[in-house]
């Protein structure tokens, strides 16, 4: 099995923290969104959408979509971070759409993506104010349930031990850390996403999204 990522992507590094906590044995394939690796025939071949992740399969089968891949993959080692237990799962599956259609809709897109990515900024300063106004707020309203209903109880999203919705959502809320995003007013998501990024598996796969931050804060601030 090989899975096409950028060390850098949102929708790549939950993955990358699957493989690592599970020491799955995947071929790691880079594809540099910045050198628009992801734009070239060969890898359009294997995902139309040109985006990553993409794992292909050793048959030549092609399963794309991050909350796909997670499940596929941590099924197919019958690894506990996908609980095999029916309620156990529909919880897990549960919290990866909240985030993936919800809270990332939102905070991604609506917040986030915007202020860092020319292609989601709007030319129209007005309307980009609106657009990030808009944005703070529902991300407000996201933050507010993660921390007060699914973050009030256990250490993890899904209670004491860590599942793969706690790699996809914590990878969507570290998207914050490109903006200097504060999450101080949610004490129970500060406190969840301290320990998912004090876990070896994320300090084993998040240099390069660490060294970019870096690279952005220091942007900001000759900006500032
Ligand atoms: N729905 C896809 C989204 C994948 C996605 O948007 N990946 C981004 C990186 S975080 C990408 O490859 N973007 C390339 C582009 O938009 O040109 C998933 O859940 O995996």
Redesign the pocket.
Known sequence: MKLYY?PI????RPVLLLIQDARLPIELVEIS?FAEA?RSPAFTALNPS????ALALDGGQVI????AILKFLAEQARHPAYPADLKARARVNQLMDWF?TGFYRDFGYGLVYPQCIPAYAHTNATTQADILRRGAERSARWLGILNDHFLAEGPWLCGEAVTIADYLGGGFVSLGDWVGFDLSPWPNVSRWMSALKATSGWTATHGPFDSFLAMMAEQRRQSA
Not at 9 to 12: G, L, V
Not at 64 to 67: A, I
């Open positions: 950028d992507s949102t929708t790549s969104l992801h040109q985006a990553v992740p794309t979509e991050v909350s993936n």
